[in-house]
C-alpha cells in the first residue's frame, strides 16, 4: 500500500507522519528539534494499535527504542549532531528503514508539506513546481519565520524522494473564500495593490478538517452550516464558516492579529505599539519580537505562557486570573461578532491543545454565551481528546468537541493530487 507524508519543517525543526493511503493509517510519526546543533533531538513513534501488532524494528542502536507505556507500540529517541534540514531528513528516512517501518524510500509515494503563507496565489492545495516554489520564496515576507524553511524543507524532501509526488498545502487557502469586506484593512488601497496588505488568516487546514468532521457529527451537509471553529492552542484562531466557507477570522496579514494568545499580543491598537517603542527605544524588530514572543498571557501573567500553569494558580495569582480573563473575553467577543455576521449559529467547534484538553476555558467560553441559546453539558465537557457533542441535546446551538488532524487533510490533498 503506497505511503504519504505529511510534513511541517520549521527553522530549526522538522515534524512529519507517515499514513497508508487511502486506509488513512498512521504508521510512525516523529520530530527532530535543534536542527544545526550538536545535539539535535531525534523521536519516532511507531507500531500501530490498528494493525493489531508492533512493528519491531532492526536498527543496530536498540539501545535508543523504547516501548511506549501504553504497550501500543515502540518510541526510537536519540540525541545527535545534524547539520541542516538535509542531514535530518536523510537521518529520518535512513531510520524508518532501519526500524523496519518501510522497506525501501520508494515506498513513499508523495510528501504533503505544510506552507504558511500562500498569499493570493494559491486557493487550494498544488503540486510543487519550480515555479510554485518561487511563489511560496517571495512570500517569505508574508511569514518570514516560516516560509523560507518550509521551502527548505520542500527542496530537502525533493531531493531524496525525486520520485514522490510534492504538494503544498497552505495555512492561508481556506480563508481565501473571505469576502472584501473581511479581508480589506481601511488603509490607503494602494498599499493593497502594492504590497498585498489585507488579511490572509492561519490555521486553515485545522479549520478545514474540524468543520467537515463536524457536519458529519452533526449529520447535516457542511454548505447548509453556520459554524464557528476556535483553534485554541499556543497559537488561537477562530473562524466563521458560512455554507461550507471561510466568511472571516481573526487572524490577519500574519498570526499575530486576533485575540491574546500564549505569547503573542493579538489585536493592539497600533498607536500603542508605536508609543512604547519610543519610550522604550525599541527597534521595530525588538518590538515585533515583544509582540511575538513576550505578550499574549506571558506577558499579562508574568509567570507563564502555558495555560494550564495559569488555571492551577489563577485564585491566588491576580495576574494569572486576569490573564485568563482576557483571554477568554477576545474570545467571546469574536464569537458574537460572528454570530452577528453570519446571522446565527449551528454549531460551536472547539479543537487544538486547549480547545481539545481545558474543560474549564469551554465552559467559561460556553456559560458566556448562554444567551445565544447554546447550554452545555457538564459532564460531555470533561472529555478529552475525543469527538464529543459538549452542548445539551436540547441546547439550540451545539458546542463540539473535535480534535483536529492537519496531517490527516495534507495527506487527503496529496492523494486528491496524484
Known amino acids: 500500500m503506497a505511503k504519504t507524508m505529511a510534513v511541517n519543517a520549521g527553522s530549526s525543526s522538522l515534524k512529519f507522519q507517515l499514513l497508508e493511503m487511502p486506509a488513512e493509517q498512521v504508521i510512525a510519526q516523529g520530530v527532530i528539534e535543534r536542527i544545526g546543533m550538536d545535539d539535535a533531538i531525534v523521536t519516532i513513534k511507531y507500531g500501530s494499535e490498528v494493525q493489531g501488532e508492533r512493528l519491531i524494528g532492526n536498527s543496530e542502536d536498540d539501545d535508543h527504542i523504547v516501548i511506549l507505556k501504553d504497550g501500543k507500540g515502540h518510541k526510537y529517541e536519540n540525541v545527535l549532531a545534524i547539520k541542516d534540514h538535509q542531514q535530518a531528513i536523510n537521518f529520518m528516512l535512513q531510520k524508518l528503514t532501519d526500524l523496519g517501518i518501510i522497506e525501501d524510500f520508494n515506498e513513499i509515494t508523495g510528501v504533503g508539506h505544510r506552507v504558511v503563507a500562500g498569499g493570493e496565489w494559491f486557493n487550494h492545495s498544488v503540486v510543487v513546481t519550480d515555479a510554485v516554489l518561487e511563489k511560496i520564496d517571495r512570500l517569505a515576507d508574508y511569514a518570514p519565520l516560516h516560509n523560507p524553511a518550509n521551502a527548505m524543507g520542500i527542496r530537502a524532501f525533493q531531493k531524496l524522494l525525486p520520485n514522490a509526488l510534492s504538494v503544498a498545502v497552505f495555512d492561508t487557502s ?33 479549520h478545514r ?12 451537509p457542511l454548505e447548509s452550516l453556520k459554524l464557528i471553529t476556535l483553534h485554541l492552542g499556543a497559537g488561537v484562531s477562530i473562524t466563521a464558516i458560512k455554507d461550507g466557507k471561510s466568511l472571516d477570522t481573526s487572524m490577519g496579514f500574519s498570526p499575530l492579529a486576533g485575540v491574546a494568545m500564549a505569547t503573542r499580543s493579538g489585536d493592539v491598537d497600533t498607536s500603542l505599539v508605536y508609543y512604547i517603542q519610543e519610550r522604550e527605544g525599541l527597534s521595530n524588530d525588538e518590538m515585533l519580537t515583544i509582540l511575538n514572543k513576550k505578550s499574549g498571557l506571558l506577558g499579562l501573567s508574568t509567570i507563564s505562557s502555558d495555560m494550564r500553569d495559569l488555571l492551577d494558580v489563577q485564585d491566588t495569582n491576580d495576574h494569572a486570573r486576569l490573564a485568563v480573563d482576557i483571554f477568554v473575553n477576545r474570545i467571546v ?11 446565527g449559529v449551528d454549531a460551536l467547534v472547539f479543537t487544538a491543545g486547549i480547545g481539545e484538553n481545558s474543560s474549564p476555558i469551554r465552559k467559561r467560553i460556553i456559560d458566556r454565551l448562554a444567551y445565544f441559546g447554546i447550554q452545555l453539558d457538564s459532564v460531555a465537557n ?12 436540547d441546547s439550540q446551538v451545539k458546542a463540539l468537541l473535535i480534535p483536529t488532524n492537519e496531517e490527516l487533510m495534507i495527506a487527503r490533498d496529496v492523494e486528491a493530487l496524484k
Open 333 to 343: 467577543k469574536y464569537v458574537g461578532q460572528y454570530i452577528a455576521e453570519m446571522g
Open 174 to 206: 481556506f480563508h481565501q473564500t473571505m469576502p472584501e469586506e473581511n479581508y480589506l484593512y481601511p488603509l490607503p488601497y494602494e498599499y493593497y495593490t502594492r504590497y498585498g496588505a489585507r488579511k490572509y488568516g492561519a490555521h486553515g487546514t485545522s
Open 209 to 220: 478538517y474540524v468543520a467537515s468532521r463536524a457536519a458529519t457529527m452533526l449529520k447535516q
Open 382 to 393: 470533561e472529555k478529552r481528546g475525543e469527538e464529543i457533542e459538549i452542548s445539551t441535546k
